[in-house]
């Protein structure tokens, strides 16, 4: 994860009606495809006389190419998922999965209506999607002496950095989780603290 990015944290619902078709839109925080799956599965069990259960869902960040997916569950092709996942992308939130449920009102809506429907029924549960910042973080090992744990730690939360491990042998060697955006600082700090011994040995 090279850049920090904003993530989903609550869940909505929020239905639309067009036509006398009602549209629930369900929003909810999603880092996986078996995430999306497993929610996609609770709708469809929730709402068993629906005539669609569509979805689609980013499980990085909102302009990350790799982590989608999406279906019109028996809408015609085009007109469900993937206006669903641009008004997700649109929505400048990643690690999010929409669920549209669908029941049809006897009115047909048409490719374009469809689209329209689809698409703004999850543009109008974003506004009310709460979301917070993922702040990118780098793996690295330092080994140090035990009589520099204290001040290595001090500068870790100087930097809002984490201890994954540690381990205790003859030096101690952690493994640390660094923000991107503060790992120079954290290097150079350790070069201050140890005239230039402390260095880190990987990244992972």
């Known amino acids: 994860m090279s850049k920090s990015y904003q993530i989903a944290i609550n869940e909505v619902e929020d239905e639309t009606i067009i036509s006398r078709s009602r549209f629930i839109c369900y ?6 495809s078996a995430e ?22 980013l499980t990085k960040a909102a302009d990350d190419s790799q982590g989608y997916g999406f279906s019109d569950d028996g809408e ?34 048409g490719t374009g209506g469809l689209q329209r429907a689809y698409g703004g029924s999850v543009r109008q549960a974003i506004t009310l ?5 993922k702040i990118a973080m780098v793996h690295k090992t330092l ?25 205790y042998q003859q ?27 402390l260095q880190f040995n990987q990244t992972d």
Request: with cysteine; glycine share 8%.
């Open 129 to 133: 999607l709460q979301s917070k910042l």
């Open 171 to 197: 030096s101690v060697i952690f493994q640390l989780a660094i923000p991107v955006d503060n790992l120079t600082l954290m290097q150079d700090k350790l070069q201050t603290l140890s005239a230039g011994q």
């Open 27 to 32: 929003l909810r925080p999603c880092d996986s």
């Open 76 to 109: 015609p092709t085009g007109t469900a998922g993937k206006p669903m996942l641009l008004a997700l992308q649109g929505g400048g939130i990643g690690q999010v999965c929409a669920v549209v449920v669908r029941y049809f009102g006897g009115t047909k809506l």
């Open 36 to 57: 999306a799956k497993a929610m996609i599965k609770e709708l469809q069990q929730l709402h068993p006389q629906a005539n669609h259960h569509c979805h689609a869902f």
């Open 143 to 167: 080994a140090c002496q035990y009589s520099q744990v204290d001040d290595v730690l001090h500068l870790l939360r100087q930097v809002e950095g984490e201890v994954l491990t540690q381990d």
